[in-house]
């Protein structure tokens, strides 16, 4: 079977995806081939040190068709007769694109209907409650997906919502929000050994909470600022470490002064994500307290640091890797008190914290980059074997 996975840009987070895939399909007697859109990220500003590194290595069967520019928008048509290449040397039995409405997969739509040789796998975290939805746009949607032969979608959460828009379950599987877990938790374990250093690297402080995020309305770090003051976790010597950027950094910094929480509140612009799982591993845990969030894979990151953490309910790792009361606490978004209320229990309970932590790492566990490649693997074999049949 012949795989072509085409991505806007092979950011760190897609890099331990693609390699577990290919290390799949080389075990099956699979090929399997990378398209690269553009090289460079409109998403995150700091540099893509796995991206690099794997491009360094000259992998076999990839190409990046737009080097310069970034996932921003332009240059469809060196993407549209970059894409038609792949596919007519290629010649696919599946392709796996990125999202279903992006400029690259509508083109892949249209070569599907112009070639009528490979079957249409889009991969997506998108679930139904993501903001306020309307009629007119999910009615476009489906007509868009019902192009499409099959899903790799975040959780179960998201397998539903891809149900509504044309993609029954058979066609669909978990797994498309997973992190490098076993790099996480081998350098969150050196991190704490060497504690003292890491803090003065980052300008860690002693005892603290974190909330990775960016500085924008719908992720309310707001609220997170609030209920650390309600929580009084200040008045113990425990800070709030923020790291993200974006246009709500000036009022966020104002809300901390106004709030008497200077001394307390430590803002990092941003930091690798290579170096992420030190921070994680001296956290005492983490907080995601968006209005929602298709997925957070932030708190993958933490969990396999062993950080447990807060999330709201609308979270997309809620109740799909937090578990309520078991690795970390689920909230109502919004409900300030309520946070308050976890974040003290969390910050005071040392106990709790250890039990929370263990489960974390657990679960963790769980969600690798080795669950991305099996199912998509098994998602494209099906699909296929399907249509042979029939």
Known sequence: MRILFVVGNLGDYHVPRYEALLDLASMRGDDVYLVEIFGKSSVYAFPQDRRVQFFEREPARSVTLINDATDAGGHWVKVAVGLSDAVRQFAPHVVVTLGYHTSYSMWLCILKVLYRRFFLIYMSDS?????????????????????????????????????????????????????????????????????SDVRAKFGLPPRYCVCVSRFVP????????????????????????????????????????????????????????LDMPAVYALAEFAVLASKFDQWGLCINEAFAAGCPAIVTRTCGVAGELVADGING??????????????????????????????????????????LFASNLMDLSASIVTDANNT
């Open 218 to 273: 719908r992720k309310n770090v707001d609220v997170v600022i609030e209920a650390y003051f309600q929580s009084g976790l200040y008045k113990i010597g425990q800070s709030l470490v923020l790291i993200g950027q974006g246009r709500c950094r000036d009022r966020l910094l104002q809300q901390v002064a106004k709030l008497g929480l200077n001394a307390h509140v430590v803002i990092l612009d941003s930091i690798k994500n």
């Open 329 to 370: 606490f689920i909230v109502e978004p919004g409900d300030v008190h309520m946070l308050a209320d976890r974040m003290k229990l969390l910050g005071f309970d040392l106990r709790l914290r250890g039990r929370f932590a263990e489960k974390a790492r657990s679960a963790a566990g769980d969600w690798t980059p080795i």
């Open 127 to 195: 679930k139904a409650d993501d903001g306020k939805r309307y009629r007119a746009k999910e009615w476009l949607k489906r007509t868009i997906v019902r192009r499409f032969d099959g899903a790799l979608v975040a959780g179960e959460k998201h397998r539903a919502y891809a149900r509504s828009l044309g993609i029954p379950f058979a066609r669909s599987r978990v797994g498309f929000d997973v992190i490098d877990v076993e790099y996480f938790s081998q350098r969150s374990e050196a991190a704490r050994n060497s504690g």
